[in-house]
């Protein structure tokens, strides 16, 4: 159950990852985007760590 759960994360943090770097793509980055899904990247992250 647990391992899921943190699979489930990894996915979700895959995924940020990949709209971070589609926003850092762009010719005008919205700096905003970029601040908000690195915050959601880093609590992810930190979750993962905990279990």
């Given at each position: 159950?647990?391992?899921?759960h943190v699979s ?33 990247k880093l609590r ?8």
């Amino acid at each position: 159950m647990e391992s899921s759960h943190v699979s489930a994360l990894q996915l979700k943090h895959a995924g940020i990852d990949r709209q971070l770097h589609d926003e850092l793509s762009r010719p005008m980055p919205d700096a905003v985007v970029i601040q908000a899904l690195k915050k959601r990247k880093l609590r992810l992250k930190e979750e993962i760590s905990r279990n």
